[in-house]
């Protein structure tokens, strides 16, 4: 079973910056893509930004030149660097992996338990 856990959250004022960190518990599967998402209250789930085992990434145009993605092979762990936060960032963030046990195998996804940023103006 995989588990995702997130750490790093929480409030920060305007212009102010977090680091996100989550870590994954991968048993005997493969991370193909982690990244964050995220869904503040009233809003659908969006895409924050994403890295691709290739190493590419991909960024929400709202966040972009502002947070960085970045990851740790050897630790399972992906980093979301946030700077120049504001107040519209505020929501929950969560962490997402896409896991496979062989490569020519099925892929499945797993999500974290979310941590919370605040941004206040």
């Known amino acids: 079973q995989v588990q995702l856990v997130e750490s790093g959250g929480g409030l920060v004022q305007a212009g102010g910056s977090l680091r996100l960190s989550c870590v994954a518990s991968?048993?005997?599967?493969?991370?193909?893509?982690m990244g964050w998402y995220r869904q503040a209250p009233g809003k659908q789930r969006e895409l924050v930004a994403v890295?691709?085992?290739?190493?590419?990434?991909v960024y929400a145009d709202s966040v972009k030149g502002r947070f960085t993605i970045s990851r740790d092979n050897a630790k399972n762990t992906v980093y979301l660097q946030m700077n120049s936060l504001n107040p519209e960032d505020t929501a929950v963030y969560y962490c997402?992996?896409?896991?496979?046990?062989?490569?020519?195998?099925?892929?499945?996804?797993?999500w974290g338990q979310g941590t919370q940023v605040t941004v206040s103006s």
């Open positions: 890295i691709i085992h290739t190493g590419n990434t």
């Open positions: 997402y992996a896409i896991v496979y046990r062989r490569l020519e195998g099925p892929k499945f996804q797993y």
């Open positions: 991968l048993g005997d599967f493969s991370i193909n893509t």
